[in-house]
């Protein structure tokens, strides 16, 4: 079934049973996985009996690694490109093995899959229409108070990535600029300890500055959409 030189495959963001079965045979039929991290990715190929070389490929190497998987491919090599978890190239390893593969005119495919984002997304109850999704915040202060602020103010849903250990000063710098937009934190997706924490940006302030957690989390600003339109900056 193999047909492409590059296969990039999206990999479960926490529940493992949430793979793909044409992800397992690509996985299981190239000849070489591209892994973010080998250590966190070894225990799921063993889990589904699947054993491959593995070659990392991460945010320190991947300028390097690109054009060695590029040569490799040319030569007949066939990979499959994976991420700790989610989409590859999705603020995550990726983009510049594609770009080098396009450049070269290398076959290539993207298998689709789990996505943070989407599932945040649809979790979150905010308006799903349109949304804007901006990675990861900035860890510097200026720059993130700079974002949420925009995030507030536009008229879509804007979604971020942020560490569990800035979450609670990230929605206390919110809601000192935008107390009433509509936020939801989704925390551990389609783990057992599964949440979605739903409210105004000071009442989510609130929360987790009374009780912080822990966990993988996305960052949800329902902004102007989400509020009653004669409340939203700019309308009348």
Known sequence: MISHA????????????????????????????CCEDTRHTAPLL?????????LSLHEHNERERAGQVADRAEA???????SDAGM?????????LVTELQRRGISY???????????????SALPSDSFYFGGFLPVKKG?????????????CTSIFYESPYRMAGTLKELAEMHPEVQVCVAR???????????????????????????????????????LPKERCSGQE
């Not at 590059?6 to 070489?32: K, S």
């Not at 063993?46 to 593995?54: E, Q």
């Not at 720059?143 to 008229?155: F, G, I, M, V, W």
């Open 6 to 33: 590059v296969y990039f495959v999206a990999l479960p963001i926490g529940n493992r049973e949430d793979i793909t079965r044409r992800a397992l045979d690509v996985l299981g039929d190239v000849d070489t996985i």
């Open 46 to 54: 063993a889990h589904y009996g699947i054993r491959k070389p593995l």
């Open 76 to 82: 007949g090599e066939r990979f499959a490109v994976v």
């Open 88 to 96: 590859p190239g999705v603020s995550d390893p990726g983009y510049r």
């Open 109 to 123: 495919t993207v298998l689709p899959g789990p996505s943070a984002v989407v599932t945040a997304l649809v979790g």
């Open 143 to 155: 720059k993130r108070r700079t974002l949420l602020s925009c995030a507030a103010e536009q008229s």
């Open 188 to 226: 551990e997706l389609t783990k057992v300890h599964e949440q979605f924490h739903r409210g105004t940006a000071a009442e989510l302030a609130e929360q987790f500055a009374r009780q912080p957690m822990k966990g993988e989390m996305v960052l949800l600003i329902g902004g102007c959409n989400a």
